[in-house]
């Protein structure tokens, strides 16, 4: 889960630092999730499996945000949001690992990376297949999942900031995705533009990572030329698409 070089490096006080919250005591549930309730729901390969077990220690309901424990209404797409804590066996996991978690949990996820004495949020934006249409009172069965996005490793005694302010869970849910991003919401971005926005920034980085190798590479002078100048452009775009 390393991060692309050209994205900027935050600091403990930017909004990324903030993806990990002072959960509120009335959500906690702290119940362990044994994997074999996992893999009945989201039936993952025998490969997957096998990730699994290299890479996960244990897995834990950690927190429900819900009407009940937070006193915000829910919405549609999101009646609740579930924290999960894995611990694991290594500082990294499969994202295929957590898409499988997620596939199985009719909720939105944000998931809390525990390994060695820190913490690492990560989560993807969930919400409901626009193909689904459950009739009124009855829960989303589809989902789409988009792609993770971690905020730092952050040690376990850094003190920690409250839930943001939000006049129900779909709003609480936004902003706290928004702490994961490793670029800032512009004024009055929505959050999928703001993903968007983000992948098409990371696709121009891996576009100039191999003009660069090019670059390297390239003997002709004209040529040399040529792709600098390619270049040049790319890295404007790229810090357009950053601010």
């Not at 990371?202 to 090019?214: D, H, I, N, P, Y």
């Amino acid at each position: 889960m390393t991060e692309p070089t050209c994205l900027p490096t935050p600091s403990p006080t930017t909004a990324r630092a903030r993806a990990l919250c002072a959960w509120p005591a009335k959500a906690t549930v702290l119940r362990p999730v044994a994997k074999a309730k996992i893999y009945a729901h989201a039936k993952p390969t025998p490969a997957l499996r096998k990730l699994f077990a290299q890479q996960v220690e244990s897995i834990t309901w950690a927190y429900k945000l819900a009407p009940e424990s937070i006193n915000l209404p829910a919405t549609p797409e999101v009646p609740e949001i579930e924290v999960f804590e894995i611990a694991l066996k290594r500082p990294d996991v499969s994202h295929a690992v957590l898409r499988c978690i997620d596939k199985a949990i009719p909720f939105p996820i944000l998931f809390v990376l525990r390994h060695g004495g820190r913490s690492q949020p990560i989560a993807a934006y969930k919400r409901p297949s626009e193909a689904a249409h459950p009739p009124p009172g009855h829960a989303v069965t589809q989902w789409v999942l988009d792609d993770y996005h971690a905020a730092p490793w952050q040690p376990d005694d850094l003190p920690r900031h409250g839930l943001p302010l939000a006049l129900d869970l779909q709003g609480l849910y936004e902003q706290l995705l928004r702490q994961h991003l490793a670029v800032p919401a512009r004024a009055g971005e929505t959050l999928r533009d703001q993903l968007d926005r983000l992948a098409q920034l990371q696709a121009k980085q891996v576009a100039a990572a191999r003009l660069e190798t090019q670059l390297a590479q390239e003997k002709q002078f004209n040529r040399k030329v040529e792709i600098n100048a390619q270049l040049r452009t790319m890295r404007s775009e790229l810090h357009a698409l950053a601010s």
